[in-house]
């Protein structure tokens, strides 16, 4: 097995397959930041600043299923 693809199914298992490591994390767009604030506000519940797009993403999702 080569040395990239070991890097690679040790990162997918420390992360997951779908999630990109900390270091290439991207912080949520503008967007998705005015779009989850709305809904935290809308619930009652907290704002963070500091979700990557994928866990902004997921938040997103979370709060609109509660309806």
Do not use: N
């Not at 779009?35 to 999702?61: H, M, P, V």
């Amino acid at each position: 097995m080569a040395t990239d693809q070991i890097r690679r199914s040790t990162r997918d298992w420390v992360y997951g397959a779908e999630a990109a490591p900390p270091e290439l994390a991207k912080a949520m767009t503008d967007e998705q930041a005015h779009r989850l604030k709305a809904l935290c506000w809308q619930r009652g519940e907290r704002f963070d600043t500091s979700l990557t797009e994928d866990e902004a993403e997921r938040r997103i999702a979370e709060l609109e299923a509660r309806g």
